[in-house]
Every structure is written in structure tokens, then in C-alpha cells.
């Protein structure tokens, strides 16, 4: 008789959910915010620092910075933006 093992494995999908909310045409300043953070720079002061909170929420952000799911979701928008700046 074989044995049976499970494995759980625990997925955080958070920042997939809020990738939907950016991909909304009026979030422009939280993906512009987002790239800008993951090349390095960008303090928006209060603005910023609410967005901050807003993509620690969604697993985005943490005390360090962007988690890897946020620079790849930052990638991944970087990446579409110029493609349809190519296109046009």
C-alpha cells in the first residue's frame, strides 16, 4: 500500500488581487509610485508614504521597501508600458 503525504502549501494572493486595481486606467500615480520605488527612488511625502501603507496592505511593500512580489509586479508594468508606448 502506498503512502499518502500532503503538502499545504501557503500562497499570499494579495498582490495579485491588487494588480487588478492597478491595471485601472486612473491609477496612474500608484504605478508610476511603484516603478519609481522599485528603481530606487521616489518620495511623494504624504501622498507617497499613504500609498506606502496602501501596497503593505497587499503584500507589496514592507519596512525595507518593496517585497519581491512589488518589484516584480513593478516589472511587469514597466514592461507593459513600453510595449504600448511602442506600439503607438
Known amino acids: 500500500m502506498a503512502e499518502h503525504s500532503e ?41 507617497g508614504r499613504l500609498l506606502l501603507r496602501e501596497f503593505a496592505q497587499y503584500g507589496l ?10 518589484r516584480a509586479l513593478a516589472k511587469i508594468i514597466e514592461l507593459s508600458t513600453a510595449k504600448s508606448t511602442a506600439s503607438t
Open 7 to 47: 503538502r499545504i502549501v501557503e500562497a499570499d494572493i494579495r498582490p495579485v488581487l491588487y494588480a487588478k486595481r492597478l491595471a485601472d486606467s486612473r491609477a496612474f500615480s500608484k504605478r508610476e509610485l511603484l516603478t519609481k520605488l522599485a528603481s530606487g527612488g521616489a518620495d511623494w511625502g504624504r501622498y
Open 61 to 70: 511593500a514592507d519596512d525595507n521597501g518593496l517585497t519581491e512580489a512589488g
